[in-house]
């Protein structure tokens, strides 16, 4: 075990010396990464989730400042752990709380590699292996959207900032400078809220945004948007931009992708698509005709970290034409030249909103190539099964009503107990219980949002490692809690009466 004072020498001495000091830190390193793979893959019985309570906060808050002097290596990494134990498990079997996917371990692997290199891709020159897998991989995921060979594009830190991006892309691109108050965009009753904050940043009002309602399919209806485009420019208004979902947070809902290409096109208006969520289904092979017309779009947002298996930090955006994003984003620095640089190869921090960045590429790329892209589409499959399985069992079920059929990986649906007479928000708060019930007695991790008003639950199946029987297993154990609950409330009303 590497002591304290081992640690605090090591400034004054010589490099062999210091190599004698960080030899143990790397071999503590390994055994550490190996206890971390078995934590990482929790069972059944293991907590979904952990927060801390006042006294837990207390107790972080006690480790959460710096030592003055140099601390044993082991007891710290041990401190690391119990604070990372109060958290969500994303990859716990019983979570289908969130979109964001659990990563495959080789996403871990890829991490680390790219932390361990810390390479800064903003400049080519000293970045080139990186950036040429960077620059290639995009081209290679533009293709499998549809999006011409003029396509480019960047890994960003997240669907948030893709969105923002591509926002600043398109009013810089369509919008005059001096309209940039009278410039419109489209949205809908569903679109995530991420596109709404980044048209905040980019400098419009609420007053700019038109939130379009949805169908039953919770899909833009494109009938009122086109009437809304007109209405603005008869109001001497600049429509400029259409922000549509391929894989709507609350359903997983994708809007009609082809329509609204065909508005955009003859009202010159850009399309951006938000496929923060969906875009990966381009990669599955038996659901691919679900994201037709995604490659029309003029520009794309897409989260690795959600459907491609990878960490947090991991968003994509695309362009349709690789310069718009040039034209936003490129600025000149005395102190940065690529004097090497062949002709032809991407700075990224000319094309990106960021300087320095992480070789975010590296890690998709790793977990690309060994598990091979066939693998992923495979895995994205699973999980559309299990949405559908869960969907199935709820049909099976008396006293279940489905809002939202499964579409891609999510199902909605609400508990609506025959005989008893609630009304709709006796119903919305019975919804809201068994959710919380299901989480305190760590049954599962299975969220509610609101749907038209109505609280509904929403099962998000990411987990390509859960096999489709487990799902009905999992809906009858759902219905089981909710009549507890059920009987629960009611014994709670009578005696108050
Ligand atoms: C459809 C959609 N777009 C954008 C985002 C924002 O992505 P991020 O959390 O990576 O910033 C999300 C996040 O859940 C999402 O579901």
Redesign the pocket.
Known sequence: MLKSSEISTYRDMPKSQVDDVFEPIVVEAQSLISELLKINSPKPSDPIIRRLDLKGIRNVQNVSFPCEEPRDLTATLHEALSIFANRLSHDHPNCFA???AAPSPLAWVGDLLTSIFNVNTALWDNSSGPSVVEHTLLRWLADRVGLPPSAGGCFV?????A?LTAIVAARDHILPPNARCDGIIYLSDQT?I??SKALHIAGFSAEQMRIIPTDEKFRMNVQTLAQAIQADRQNGRYPFLIVA?C???NTGSIDPLNKLADIAQEQNLWLHV?G???ASIALSTSHRHLVDGLGRADSI?W?A??WLFQTYGS?IVLTKNATALQDSFKVDAEYIRTPQALDGTVNFYNISPELSRPARAMSLWFTLRVLGSCAIGEMIDQCFANALAAESELRNLPNWTVISPATASIVVFRYTPAGFNLDEKQLDQLNLAISRRLLVENIAAMMTTTLRGRIVFRLCSMNPEIRSEGMATLIQTLDSVASTELSESFKKCEQRI
């Open positions: 969130y979109i964001p830190s997240g669907g948030s900032i969105n995530h991420s596109n979902s894989g709507s947070t938000d923060a969520y969906g947002s989260d970290h959600k968003g």
